[in-house]
Structures are given as C-alpha cells and as structure tokens.
C-alpha cells in the first residue's frame, strides 16, 4: 500500500469517527426512515429531495433537542 493511499484511509477513518460525521450519518437515517414513511403513506416514491425538505420544516428541531437531551 502506498503512502498516498494509507494517508487517505487515515484522513477516511478519522472523518468516519468524527462526531460531525456521526451526527450527518444518525441525521441521513432519519431523513431516509421519514421517505419511507411519507412514500408508503403516499402510495409512491416521494423522493429525497422532498422527503428532506419535509422533514428539516416539520421534524429537525424536535429531533435535534431530544438527540441533545439524550447526550447522542
């Protein structure tokens, strides 16, 4: 394995581990769990985008304060 190569699993391992990414990673689950919710109420897809924007409007608040609370 080359230099460059390890660095990069290094800089990879150190992003995957971050409480940023983590949090990015716990935030994308919710996101995808609201999409499937909202499409199988709708009877379709209802796709990301729209599923996102739902969800930051009606859910991202209330998720994030109870997240803080529970010290995830």
Do not use: C, P
Not at 34 to 49: L, M, P, R, T
């Amino acid at each position: 394995m080359s230099t460059e190569t390890k660095t990069a699993a290094g800089v990879n391992d150190l992003l995957k581990n971050s409480s940023l990414y983590r949090e990015f990673q716990a935030e994308r689950e919710e996101i995808l769990r609201h999409k499937w919710i909202e499409s199988e109420k709708a009877g379709y897809d209802i796709g990301f985008e729209r599923a996102l924007t739902d969800w930051i409007i009606h859910h991202r608040s209330k998720w994030r304060k109870a997240r803080q609370s529970n010290g995830a």
